[in-house]
């Protein structure tokens, strides 16, 4: 299939804003490339300091978003939504467009996707990575396809870390947008009973359930298609919601019907400029237990304003 690649070039220091702007054109994902840390990047993935040359030669103060859209969508609305939405921002950029073949996208984004550690515990092995030594960690085979959820992203380790030190063992898990299923796989890893993804997408949820596969844990990790918890029923111990901050928000009301009275709720995918609302569309129904921030992005634990408030 022939794809459309929208290259957004910004300053490095806007990229998360840039990024969660893009994010809003595209269900599946983009990928970015950001080269102000590469050395330490490189050095933590895999410990050599030897790196390609035409890598270090890279412009450390611009960063590129790679958006990819099928040539049956409507290329010409998304790239003025992007201009509008950047300018709205004040975000200065440059935006140009190709043609590209599938193969060609998904060879790309997989030259920046390496094996690596998330919290004290786990290690994201790219599925075509076969000899990966986990050196004690507890190794996830992801494949994320056209699904958001490599682990790369800030909000995705975010809330790995925080399933970490939730998952105390035998907790039923609700995962809110599931993406690639990494959220719901790292947690049965850690000692969930059980995890349930839901995601809007319907190739994100193909993933999950394959990934779930490749992990051996398909008899405890499902995902289905639903909007939001429009098809969850019972409740959980943990409920995990990788998303945006609106979604987030339009969750606030609802969501506690799925939570027993004790759980904790882990949500992420807010940016900065963002967490104000999400806090105040939160405080009614949520008190927030912990806070956490890393490059721009929130991840909040909470647990619910119950019969005890």
């Not at 050395?39 to 270090?56: G, P, R, T, Y």
Request: negative net charge; proline residues 2%; glycine residues 6%.
């Amino acid at each position: 299939m022939d794809w459309i690649e929208i290259l957004v070039e910004v300053e490095a220091d806007r990229i998360d804003d840039a990024a969660a702007i893009a994010n809003m054109t595209v269900p599946y994902g983009i990928y970015i490339e950001d080269y102000r840390e590469l050395e330490q990047e490189v050095m933590e993935i895999a410990h050599v300091d030897l790196i390609d040359e035409d890598l270090l030669k890279q412009d450390r103060s611009k960063a590129k978003i790679h958006i990819y859209i099928s040539l049956e969508d409507n290329i010409g609305e998304a790239v003025q939504f992007l201009s509008e939405r950047l300018n709205a921002a004040s975000i200065d950029h440059k935006i140009d467009q190709s043609s590209v073949q599938e193969d060609d996208w998904l060879n790309n984004w997989r030259r920046f996707f390496k094996p690596m550690p998330v919290g004290e515990k786990l290690l994201i092995n790219p599925s075509w990575y076969t000899d990966t030594d986990p050196e004690g960690r507890l190794m996830m085979n992801i494949d994320p396809g056209l699904a958001f959820g490599t682990g790369k992203h800030e909000t995705t380790r975010l809330c790995m870390e925080a399933l970490e030190r939730y998952v105390k063992g035998g907790e039923r898990v609700l995962d809110v947008g599931c993406g690639s299923g990494i959220l719901g796989i790292a947690a049965v890893m850690l000692g969930a009973q059980s995890a349930f993804g839901i995601d809007i997408d319907e190739t994100a949820v193909r993933t999950a359930n394959e990934n779930a596969v490749v992990n051996h844990v398909d008899d405890k990790v499902s995902a289905i298609a639903g909007d939001l918890v429009d098809k969850v029923e019972g409740t959980y111990e943990i409920v995990v919601a990788n998303i945006v901050a609106d979604a987030i928000i339009a969750l606030s009301a609802s969501v506690g019907n799925f939570m027993t009275d004790d759980a904790v709720y882990i949500i992420s995918g807010i940016i900065d400029t963002r967490a104000d609302d999400v806090k105040n569309a939160i405080r009614d129904h949520f008190e927030i237990i912990e806070e956490n921030t890393h490059r721009g992005w929130y991840c909040f634990v909470l647990k619910k304003r119950n019969h005890a408030q």
